[in-house]
């Protein structure tokens, strides 16, 4: 049964991988691989995905509509998509990293952008690298109470994980997919081909899934460490948060960080869940675009 399940993990990511090649470029930095997608030209902005995902979040409408006036810069977290696992996987590690990244393709001070997820690496790359303004897209900001998924914890755990993952890699069924993607939308319907586009199977490979295990996992100690330092940022910060969203609760993370920032605008979109960059694109352009001016970049 091992043998079996080690043997399909792999034709089941090389399978994900011949679907869902690089859809962008490579760049190196420090020896770390790094894969991007860049588009249109105008001040720098880049973006950021969330947890499980990959660049092709950003890629699916939202790049296309920005790169009329921006120079759109999306990045793989590390671990995901295609760049490289890091020994540093903490939201200030991977910021360092994606910041050096920016700079080496001239986009030293660029708009940021990051949702979920990739708005908290967003937020650490604004404390300690140049970012021109903050755009966060329900984003984790302040520490919670819950407690990890029980996925997350099996598959960080130093016994089972090298048990659990390569199962998972190996036998997931294609419905457990849709039925994770469905979840992540609602209480918004997914946007038709968005499944077909986002390359959902690349995060089961073993070595995404045990990335982005190790980040979730780590994300609550990684907001701890980081909440005393966000009176720090003192540049344009728009906030967009579904005020329907599940997954990272408004009145727990933006609302309060809101109130305790003065340069921050926060923008509640009643009715909306997780996902606003598909579901509510209007109201994350005209935020992004009101950090711009508020920065002067336009």
Known sequence: LAAVTLWRAARQEARAEAAFPPSGQFLTIDGTRVHYLEKGQGPALVLLHGASGNLRDMSFSLIDRLAQRYRVIAFDRPGLGYTDVIADMSLSGQASLLSKAARQLGADTPLLVGQSYGGSVAKAWALDHPAAALVTLGSPSLPWSSDLPTLYKVNT???????????????????????????????????????????????????????????????????????????????????????????VGLMIHSDPLSKRLPNTNLTALPGIGHMPHHVAQDAVVDAIDRAAQRAGLR
């Open 157 to 247: 755990h130093p016994i089972l994980a090298p048990l659990a993952i390569p199962a998972l890699a190996a036998w997931v069924p294609e419905s457990y997919v849709q039925n994770a993607i469905a979840e992540v939308f609602e209480p918004q319907g997914e946007p038709a081909g968005y499944a077909a586009h986002i390359g959902a199977p690349l995060t089961l490979r073993r070595v995404s899934l045990r990335a982005n295990a190790r980040q979730r996992a780590d994300l609550l100690a990684d907001i701890t460490a980081l909440e005393p330092r966000w009176d720090e940022l003192t540049l344009p910060i728009e906030m967009i948060h579904g005020a329907a969203d599940t997954t």
